[in-house]
């Protein structure tokens, strides 16, 4: 926190390349010279053809996949470094939680790992049930809560230890349209009230102008940048989308990715 | 408790409606058509050799029982081992495998008469080998599985918590691993007993359930050869049943979600 400049920066992507199976037949360049700054506090959606790389840059910033070439830092640390330090939380299209745990003990095993006392994560994890409105369902196996119910989950487990970014794979993709939406806000509530910073995989055009501030649209084979849309449409609520200033922006958004797709 | 009992009733009601008709019909078959009893004698003389035998046959059940159970235990143990070990070095497993399959595919009973050979045809060694055989190639591959085919997700999620390859095994592996497992504990459970009498078969001791089979029908007395494959059954039966409840004690979670009224009743740990 000595430099309170580059503390408020969550997220620089600097210069990264990602090449697959590098040196071999089946070589991919999955990333090209991507640069990104992601500020603290900010809701940024990644939206993008299949193929364009998003679900990559997602790794890349959570140290899950190592850059080819250039770097990435997250709250000023090297992503392998914040990793090891756990200062993001992720959450996948697949609720990921695992079927053996009931729903308390899920949310409490990254707490478990950090090494938490039982006390403490009791505590913690009742709370973060609290904060995703499921309190009744702490004591249920993953399996016997409906899909939107598990992605909560998954969101609480994410949260539990208070992390200062949120790595977000399509976590809607697989839920119905009625759900996915109060999710969306679900969503939205949590991000206010917790001050989290989310980066955030979709490839839902009103989805991404929905949640956040900036849409970063990339283009596929190699993923590049191919434009940013700054977002702002103030304070979310169901009346939002029927809001023209929003299907303007899902408009400008969708041109974006008509753009990327007919290759300008 | 009352509704659970209940339920377990209307689970065991149909077949057991069907085993007691089954064996009414078998009892009337043979008395209305004449059929000699040397060919398929009635339900209720095997019972009567069954109670007459009984010594003989109580015996030969903790010979055989001995030699399925020691098998199993041994079996299984073998081939959870070796998939621990090829699941944390790849490479063997990758040489091992199809060995595995290959040997799996051999016929292990054909190897009883090689494995008295080996071990003695006195002694339980050579029966128990065939035995071990049998259980360990379904129980090494089933595990080895269970540990491998994880989700991604579930991994990428626990490197996400910068958690090492132990935790991730103890964390994710196993538990994955256990349905696997069982699955296969369920299958060599009354293959055990199956592998011990054909063992038997192949000669040794005269006590044991397969000799007293083969011994009785040379002596034409096929009443009580019959009487001891009930007896074989019960002892198959009654492993594949301890399966079945290690399989449920070890999985609570699963036991759960088979359980209806737990969806509507949130309870907690």
């Known amino acids: ?264 | 408790m009352v509704r659970r009992v209940r339920g377990q009733i209307s689970v065991l009601g149909p077949p057991i409606t069907v085993g007691v008709v089954g064996l009414l019909l078998w009892e009337a078959f043979v008395r209305g058509f004449g059929i000699r009893e040397f060919l398929l004698p009635r339900p209720t003389s095997i019972m009567e050799e069954l109670v007459d035998n009984w010594p003989v046959l109580r015996h030969a059940i903790w010979e055989t029982g001995w030699i399925a159970v020691s098998g199993l235990l041994i079996g299984i143990m073998a081939g959870v081992a070796l998939a621990f070990v090829t699941t944390r070095f790849r490479t063997l497993e990758e040489g091992l495998t199809p060995l595995a399959v290959v040997v799996n595919a051999t016929p292990i009973v054909a190897l009883a008469p090689i494995f008295n050979a080996w071990f003695g045809i006195t002694g339980t060694l050579s029966n128990q080998a065939v035995v071990i055989a049998v259980v360990f190639f379904p129980v090494f591959i089933n595990t080895s599985r269970g540990l491998t085919e994880v989700h991604p997700d579930e991994i990428e999620l626990m490197r996400s918590y910068a958690a090492s390859e132990w935790t991730i095994l103890r964390e994710v592996r196993i538990p994955n691993a256990l349905p696997f497992f069982a699955n296969s504990l369920r299958l060599v459970a009354p293959l055990s007993v199956i592998a011990a009498i054909v063992a038997e078969y192949f000669g040794g001791p005269q006590d044991r359930i397969g000799n007293v089979i083969t011994s009785n029908v040379a002596f034409v007395r096929y009443d009580v050869a019959w009487a001891a494959i009930a007896v074989a059954s019960a002892l198959g039966l009654t492993l594949f049943a301890v399966a079945l409840i290690v399989e449920r004690a070890s999985m609570p979670w699963r036991a759960a979600m088979g359980d209806s009224e737990y969806t509507t009743t949130p309870g907690r740990e």
């Open chain 1, 1 to 264: 926190m000595s430099n309170p400049v580059l503390a408020e920066k969550a997220v620089v992507v600097d210069g990264v390349d990602k090449v697959f199976n590098v040196g071999s037949d089946s070589e991919v360049e999955a990333l090209s010279d991507i640069n990104l700054t992601v500020e603290a506090g900010e809701f940024v959606s990644l939206i993008g053809p299949s193929g364009c790389g998003k679900s990559t840059l997602l790794r890349l910033i959570g140290d899950l996949l190592a850059p080819t070439t250039g770097a990435l830092t997250v709250f000023g640390k090297s992503a392998h470094e914040a990793r090891l330090n756990q200062d993001y939380g992720m959450v996948f299209q697949h609720s990921g939680l695992f079927d053996w745990r009931r729903v308390l003990a899920n949310i409490e095993l990254p707490l478990e790992l950090r090494g938490w006392s039982k006390a403490d994560r009791s505590a913690r994890s009742a709370e973060m049930l609290g904060l995703v409105r499921l309190e009744d369902f702490g004591g249920h196996y993953p399996r016997q809560l409906s899909g939107g119910m598990q992605q909560r989950v998954s969101i609480a487990r994410a949260l539990s230890f208070q992390p200062k970014l949120l790595l977000m794979d399509e976590p809607f993709g697989a839920l119905d349209e009625m759900t996915r939406e109060h999710m969306q806000l679900e969503l939205l509530r949590i991000w206010r009230e917790t001050h989290t910073t989310v980066v955030f995989v979709t490839h839902s055009v009103p989805e991404s102008a929905f949640l956040s501030n900036r849409v970063v649209v990339l283009s596929p084979r190699p993923g590049r940048i191919h434009s940013v849309v700054d977002v702002d449409l103030g304070e979310r609520s169901d009346d939002t989308r029927q809001d023209p200033a929003f299907f303007a922006k899902a408009t400008e958004i969708r041109e974006a990715l008509r753009a990327v797709e007919s290759g300008e």
